[in-house]
């Protein structure tokens, strides 16, 4: 029995997109149960449905508080039997309460180099500090914003003509071999979260988990250790 995600959306999709990609490929051993927005006119809604995906939208912005939004999630979540609840480019905080109802199967990617640059705008912030690297982080999610144990990051160099679009496009191209990597470990159950601490049941740990993603000009991402 291969394992079942459900994917988090707000918006564009593409982490979804190369998601599914990887799970129809089998590079990684699971299938997506279903996809939920939080926001109706979300472009990831409808790459969900072209690949056949079942998908629910709860509109966080018909729930009076925080916790009235997350028990209607709670309720869209167990409509799926699912093993891991993957965020991808979910943009609402999350409440430690539903973090807790939900830890150790709860994953986020966050576009930084984690712990630098968490929260919003990483990459203004990242050419505004005049970093020589930036890049991409795969985290089970904890109460504390963007700060839970890291399980794989990606490392794009920051170059002298980049923009925050250029640098953007490179980070994304890094998060979409990034994320179905770091998936295919859990489906795989090559670690866990034990405690604070991420435990790797394979040891030494893939060597992988620290990419170093090379974007060239046709956006095709090359990874070299
Ligand atoms: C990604 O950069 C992700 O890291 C961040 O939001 C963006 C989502 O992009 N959390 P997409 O919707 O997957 O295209």
Not at 78 to 104: C, E, K, N, Q, Y
Not at 105 to 134: D, E, K, Q, Y
Request: aromatic share 6%; hydrophobic share 45%; net charge neutral.
């Amino acid at each position: 029995m291969t394992d079942r995600l459900i994917v988090l959306i707000s918006g564009r999709g593409s982490n979804l997109q190369a998601i599914q990609a990887a799970c129809v490929s089998g590079q990684i051993p699971a299938q997506i149960a279903g996809v939920i927005s939080n926001r109706p006119e979300a472009a990831g809604l409808a790459i969900a449905r072209r690949a056949g995906l079942p998908t629910q939208v709860v509109d966080h912005r018909r729930f009076a508080s925080r916790e009235d939004f997350e028990a209607a999630l709670d309720e869209a979540i167990a409509t799926w039997p699912s093993d891991w609840i993957v965020l991808a480019g979910f943009m609402r905080a999350l409440t430690p309460g539903f973090v807790d109802r939900h830890r150790g199967r709860l994953v986020n990617i966050h576009p930084s180099l984690l712990p630098a640059f968490t929260g919003l705008h990483t990459h203004s912030r990242a050419l505004r500090a005049g970093v020589c690297w930036h890049g991409a982080t795969v985290h089970f999610v904890t109460a504390e914003l963007d700060g839970g144990p890291i399980i794989a990051q990606a490392a794009v160099p920051v170059d002298p003509e980049d923009d925050e679009a250029r640098l953007a496009n490179k980070v994304l191209a890094a998060e979409h071999r990034l994320y179905p990597l770091a998936l295919a470990w859990l489906c795989r159950g090559a670690l866990k979260l034990e405690g604070d601490r991420v435990h790797w049941r394979q040891s030494p740990p893939p060597q992988e988990r620290s990419l170093l993603a090379m974007i060239p000009e046709d956006g095709t991402c090359t990874v070299q250790r």
